[in-house]
């Protein structure tokens, strides 16, 4: 098996008041477009994890994220065809600034027991079971 490329990507499950937790549909011309996801992004280098967590959601989502306010709950590890996925996924139940879609992309606030009902790409969907423990 020839060696993949390690691409470290952050997500975060962000968790409203009523212990929903927001997912987007990855749009039209992205690679997996029409799946659901945790929003985050990949690292760019020199970033740590936290701070490529707070600058993708605010680009994507138009929030201000304290880095207080992330907390690592799992990660996931997923061999894709091209390239090997490490990514790990932060909880955030505070930020500043209304949930916006910036990027063309749908929004779902869902329970974590409901998460299964949305299609998502194969790295993702072992993420889910952490959710419902936590969040169920």
């Given at each position: ?81 091209t390239f090997h996925l490490l990514m790990p996924l932060f909880i955030c139940r505070r930020w500043e600034g209304q949930v916006t ?36």
């Open positions: 098996m020839a060696d993949l490329k390690l691409t470290l990507v952050v997500a975060c499950a962000l968790v409203d008041a009523d212990k929903r937790v927001l997912i987007a549909q990855r749009p039209e011309g992205k690679t997996l477009a029409g799946l659901w996801e945790f929003p985050g992004g990949k690292c760019e280098p020199g970033e740590r994890p936290e701070q490529s967590l707070i600058r993708e959601l605010h680009e994507e989502l138009g929030i201000t994220v304290a880095e207080p306010c992330l907390a690592p709950l799992t990660f996931a590890s997923y061999g894709y065809e879609p910036r990027e063309g992309q749908a929004l779902a606030w869902v329970r974590a027991n409901k998460l299964r009902d949305y299609p998502m790409p194969p790295a993702d969907i072992p993420l889910i079971p952490h959710l419902i423990d936590l969040l169920m």
